[in-house]
């Protein structure tokens, strides 16, 4: 019986994966941190390593490199779960070692399952995700093995593995009793008809199920939209893979014909045959009561930790915005961290995905700030707060609002200074949005009159017409009346943050700022329900 | 802010450039960096131009609005030794008064050439910095 290894520092994320693949007929062990991983390996003997990449005292991309580094387990598959919005992660866990790469953001048991199945099965193994999402590809990184053996025994005397089918009490030794078993499963989840499958919540968090396989995998770039003039973004993982391809079309004022929404919508049309094969591949077989007694009981897990979640957050950001000394920040930075990288696990694995992708971005914001510390102004500071209110509002409308990923986001930035526009185009790319670059603010107002936008960016000063009247105009729209905007300036002083509030903006980043940071912003605006945004009307709304 | 930039650049010891900053703004992947560096310098002659054009002139609000231009861009790139001869000129555009403007900018082309070694040796050589 193959044996798998879950290192997870959060105790119900592992109990979770620990329970699907017991109730798969896997032999499975779980640990909570990296040396705890490197002392339980060489005794528990796993046939496949599932791993988080945050973990407590020991990086995840270190905990590869060690475990690679010993006998018998350099070719042990290691799937590592991580954020789709830290590529650079990524790539570093490819280069340690690991084969597998998966959103923990879209992880569902199923999914982690399937994959499971077809590492051992050879489907998938030594090959690496496919940028474009649907065909796996070799890739630069480390070479496959020259056969993708199933499921390599790492201990070569080991006896040859029966068929799960058939599970032989000789094949599957009780883990090692000198190794802690730190996760206690709770009761199985129940089977058969009294499993209570209708009550499961709305049907919107079955979203990520039928996105099987390949939808939250890592995914590489595609070639993103281009504002005018204005490079392709740099690739970035993919939020979805269901999101649109081609770059949006808008209205033009240059006299072409005029492009409304349903044009901007289009391109998600092409990509639902892509959606429905992905649904046709989804492929464990528990029946669907099993599959939604499962679900709605780790979402009850879930639910109950949510108030604890909500009150860690405060607690977090407020001792943040405290904080006075690069050391008491980066300590605070590491518990949150931690904290947050836990939540983005669990969001992600009972389908809660507007808060796991936020809380993805804060993640990856965190991990960011603490390489670099001395970015973390009180705009960053600011953006994060925004970003914990947003998840609380997130939590607040768990059970109501819908969980599905916005798609075909429609993004203009404007902003005369060349470096901004490829910034924020960047900036943005890293969550998978793309954006409309404009220079020049009276071509950007033409534009904002036949479009409507999902989220605006705009600069304080440019000539012709500034951040600040371009504002109030695009509010006397009929198109752009309630869009977010935000002014991305170095101008932060009193007088111009109270200028861009009467014109009618919702928020004001500063210049410099963090890449992440724009896309945290970013997120918090279009992932909230559009109900909660503060709508501006007129000018003066504020 | 100080009068006298170059003054207080000389004596904070500061290196020209914000290297961790140039490095997120190039969101830690060379070709990005190199990219940025590229509209920057380009951008900086050309506002560099400009600006002299507008001193010369004595428009305040032409100056104000181009010092402005490059010092966002020298915030987002890390060019820091431009940021305050480039606010005081923003600043002096702002209101009305460009008296000493020609100083500033004399400096503000100096501090350009620092920057621009200051850069070229980074780019030649990124684990120096």
């Keep these: 019986m193959k044996k798998i290894l879950i290192i997870e ?37 796993p046939n496949l390593i599932q791993m988080d990449l945050s973990l407590p005292s020991m990086s995840g991309t270190e905990l590869i490199r060690r475990i690679r580094a010993l006998n018998n387990f350099k070719i042990v598959p290691i799937v590592v779960l991580s954020s789709v919005y830290r590529p650079d992660a990524i790539k570093e866990a490819f280069d340690a070692g690991a084969n597998k790469c998966v959103s923990k953001m879209d992880c569902t048991p199923n999914l982690a399952l399937e994959i499971v199945e077809q590492i051992f099965s050879g489907e998938i193994l030594g090959l690496y995700p496919s940028p474009l999402g649907n065909s796996p590809v070799p890739t630069s990184m480390p070479p496959p093995p020259p056969k993708p053996a199933p499921a390599p025994e790492p201990a070569p005397a ?13 094949s599957t030794p009780p883990a090692p009793t000198s190794l802690p078993r730190l996760v206690i499963p709770p009761s199985p989840p129940k089977f058969g008809a009294s499993a209570p499958a209708t009550a499961a919540p709305a049907t919107s968090h079955d979203a990520p199920e039928k996105m099987l396989p390949s939808a939250p995998l890592i995914k590489m770039p595609k070639p993103a939209a281009t504002g005018q003039g204005i490079p392709a973004p740099t690739p970035t993982p993919m939020l979805s893979a269901t999101r649109v391809s081609s770059a949006p079309k808008i209205a033009m004022p240059s006299g072409a014909a005029p492009a ?27 029946g669907s009561d099993a599959t939604s007694a499962f679900r709605l009981e780790i979402r009850q897990e879930f639910l109950k930790r949510v108030p604890q979640i909500q009150a860690d957050l405060r607690e977090r950001v407020g001792a943040l915005v405290r904080s006075k000394s690069t050391t008491e920040q980066l300590s605070l930075l ?19 995905s507007r808060i796991a992708h936020l809380a993805g971005a804060l993640e990856a914001l965190i991990k960011d700030l ?43 930035a404007v902003d005369d200074e060349p470096i901004s526009r490829r910034t924020i185009s960047v900036a943005l790319a890293k969550a998978n949005l793309r954006c409309i670059c404009i220079e020049e603010s009276k071509m950007a107002m033409t534009i904002l009159g036949e479009n409507q936008f999902d989220l605006v960016f705009l600069d304080a000063e440019m000539p012709e017409m500034n951040g600040f009247e371009l504002c109030a105009e695009l509010r006397k729209t009929a198109t752009n009346k309630a869009t977010p905007v935000i002014f991305v300036t170095s101008l932060t002083n009193f007088e111009v943050r109270a200028q861009s509030s009467l014109a009618g903006a919702n928020d004001l980043i500063a210049k410099p700022f963090l890449m992440m940071e724009l896309a945290v912003k970013a997120l918090t605006y279009l992932l909230r329900p559009k109900s909660i945004i503060d709508i501006k009307s007129s000018p003066g709304g504020n | 802010m100080t ?45 560099m131009g400009g600006l002299t054009a507008a001193v010369q002139k004595r428009s305040a609000p032409e100056t104000d609005y181009l010092a402005h231009k490059l010092v966002g861009a020298s915030l987002a790139c890390g060019m820091t030794a431009m940021v305050a001869p480039l606010r005081e000129l923003e600043s002096r555009g702002r209101k009305g008064d460009l008296a ?19 850069v070229d040796e980074f780019l030649r050589n990124p684990a120096s910095q």
Excluded: M, W
């Design chain 1, 334 to 352: 590491q518990g949150f961290n931690t904290s947050i990288s836990s939540l983005v696990g669990l969001a992600g694995i009972t389908g809660f």
């Design chain 1, 260 to 286: 409304r929404r349903e044009t901007v919508r289009a391109p998600a049309q092409e990509a639902a045959p892509a959606a429905e094969e992905r649904t046709e591949r989804a492929a464990p077989d528990f």
């Design chain 1, 370 to 412: 603490q390489k670099r510390p001395k970015q973390l102004t009180s705009s960053v500071l600011r953006t994060i707060a925004h970003a914990s209110d947003c998840l609380n509002v997130l939590f607040r409308d768990i059970n109501q609002g819908t969980q599905e990923i916005p798609q075909s986001l429609l993004i203009l």
């Design chain 1, 158 to 170: 080991a006896p040859p593995p029966p068929p799960p089918s058939s599970p032989s009490p000789l």
């Design chain 2, 100 to 118: 000493g403007a020609e100083d500033l900018l004399a400096q503000a082309v100096s501090r350009l050439e620092l920057v621009r070694a200051a």
């Design chain 1, 9 to 45: 520092s959060d105790p119900i994320l592992r109990g979770i994966y620990r329970r699907k693949f017991d109730l798969s007929g896997f032999v499975v062990e779980a640990v909570d941190d990296g040396p705890l991983a490197l002392d339980t390996i060489p005794i528990f003997k």
């Design chain 2, 3 to 47: 009068s006298n930039p170059d003054q207080a650049q000389a004596g904070s010891g500061e290196p020209p450039v914000d290297f961790e900053q140039l490095r997120a703004a190039g969101n830690d992947d060379p070709e990005l960096l190199r990219e940025l560096v590229k509209l920057y310098f380009d951008q900086a002659r050309e506002v």
